[in-house]
């Protein structure tokens, strides 16, 4: 009679696992955060490529920028000819005395000299006054008329050169004054004689030819708009 059957796996010894220690609290924050950035790490390699792909409606817009427009305004007032003249203002106070029997006078003789400053203000220029074509490369610009900026009498030339008051006349405090203030008035009045408007326009077309192609501009149109107009 056989033995006993043994069975195979009496050998065999199961041993349950050890209950483990607790993670420390410094532990269990550090494999939160691993946790974290691995699931942060893997949205990102998701998402990523869809948002960089370009769907096939795309379309890429470029807006004109007002650059040339605000370059030119910086500018303010571009100053194109100053004027030097000369004048002699003769102005006299006749005076009435002994019941209007006698005329008396109290003149002077001024030599003036001036300079008067004529530009263009582009302090002026309106949206509509700047158009740039961004396929050719042509820069339209309408640009105020010139104007006198300032007129002023150079003090170290101008002059009283004679002054003479009469016997019974009184002598008038604010005649010199009066004389300087007349000759600023003809001084502006003679520069604007002759051509000097005119290359006023034509330098003012120069400079702001050359600052539109240093922009980018590889034609420049300038023209002027009529005084009256736009508020000249």
Do not use: W
Not at 44 to 69: C, Q
Not at 169 to 191: P, V
Not at 207 to 224: D, H, N, P, S, Y
């Amino acid at each position: 009679m056989e033995g006993p059957i043994q069975d195979p796996y009496a050998s065999v010894v199961v041993r349950a696992p050890r209950p483990r220690a607790p993670l420390g609290r410094a532990a269990q924050i550090a494999l939160a955060c691993v946790a974290l950035l691995a699931a942060v790490g893997l949205g990102a390699f998701v998402v990523a490529p869809r948002l960089g792909a370009r769907g096939p409606a795309d379309t890429v817009v470029a807006r004109p920028s007002p650059a040339l427009l605000i370059a030119i305004r910086d500018l303010s007032r571009l100053e194109t000819t100053e004027v030097h003249v000369e004048k002699v203002v003769d102005l006299a106070d006749r005076q009435s005395r002994l019941f209007g029997l006698v005329q008396a006078t109290d003149a002077l003789l001024l030599v003036a000299v001036g300079h008067v400053t004529i530009g263009v203000d582009l302090a002026r220029l309106g949206e509509g006054d700047i158009a740039m074509d961004p396929e050719t490369g042509v820069a339209r610009i309408t640009l105020p008329a010139p104007e006198v900026f300032s007129t002023r009498l150079d003090e170290d030339e101008t002059y009283v050169y004679t002054r003479s008051t009469s016997l019974l006349a009184r002598r008038n405090e604010q005649l010199e004054a009066r004389a300087r203030r007349e000759a600023t008035a003809a001084i502006e009045k003679a520069a604007l004689e002759g051509d000097v408007m005119s290359r006023a326009r034509a330098q003012a077309e120069r400079q702001i030819t050359a600052l539109a192609t240093q922009l980018g501009a590889k034609r420049v149109e300038v023209r002027f708009r009529e005084v009256g107009r736009g508020g000249d």
